[in-house]
């Protein structure tokens, strides 16, 4: 069981809109302004697409964009394209135990 | 452009220590405002932190393997790496190293991942 919680799985359509969560406690993504997304390819390596709550690295296309409200991060991709079909992964850093934590991960799938 | 890359034994036998080292070329381990980490990812499963390393020597390892684990830095190979004891089968998966900046999850630089299987 991962100490953050993201939805198994997401659906959306070419063009669509959709969010992923990614809950976690105060002792982590509430407490700081420490989230990052990661984006993984069957077979590949993750790639950062988001870091500290809401920043792109460059190179990282603008339909990616991330947020935070409370104890919960999310991430949102816009204009849903088929080559974003992956698995996504949300990351923070826990306070309380001084670790790096990883979400479950969250398949997309682009219908 | 910086670039990781893992190499070790693909086979390790249950109850004896995996050992991998990362090779850092591009950069230095020496740069103050990076952290040096591992990564590893079950078949078919998520990701889970293993631990980092900062070139001073400072540590911090996930507490879940905290008894098994040793990371260390060699500066004058660029290269650091990970040592994890007592492996049994769930310990099989792909490791990857990978640079985190001063915020420790964000590692925008990974090596390509090494699947490293505990059977006899």
């Known amino acids: 069981q991962s100490a953050l919680t993201q939805p198994a799985s997401v659906s959306g359509s070419p063009g669509q809109s959709i969010t992923i969560s990614c809950t976690g406690t105060?002792?982590?993504?509430?407490?700081?302004?420490?989230v990052s997304w990661y984006q993984q390819h069957p077979g590949k390596v993750p790639k950062l697409l988001i870091y500290d709550v809401t920043n792109r690295p460059s190179g990282v296309s603008d339909r990616f964009s991330g947020s935070k409200s409370g104890n919960t991060a999310s991430l949102t991709i816009s204009g849903l394209q088929t080559e974003d079909e992956a698995d996504y992964y949300c990351s923070s850093f826990s306070i309380s135990s001084t670790r790096v934590l990883f979400g479950g991960g969250t398949e997309l799938t682009v219908l | 452009q910086v670039q990781l890359q893992e190499w070790g034994p693909g086979l390790v036998k249950p109850s004896e220590t995996l050992s991998l080292t990362c090779n850092v070329f591009g950069g230095s381990v020496t740069t103050d405002t990076y952290y040096w980490s591992w990564i590893r990812q079950p078949p078919g499963k998520g990701l889970e932190w293993i631990g980092y390393?900062?070139?001073?020597?400072?540590?911090n390892y996930n507490p879940s393997l905290k008894s098994r684990v040793t990371i260390s830095a060699d500066t004058s190979r660029n290269q650091f790496s990970l040592k994890l004891s007592s492996v049994t089968a769930a310990d099989t998966a792909v490791y990857y190293c990978?640079?985190?900046?001063?915020?420790?999850?964000?590692?925008?630089?990974w090596g390509q991942g090494t699947l490293v299987t505990v059977s006899s």
């Open positions: 105060s002792s982590d993504i509430g407490g700081y302004n420490y």
């Open positions: 390393i900062h070139y001073t020597g400072s540590t």
């Open positions: 990978a640079r985190a900046g001063l915020a420790v999850t964000t590692s925008r630089y």
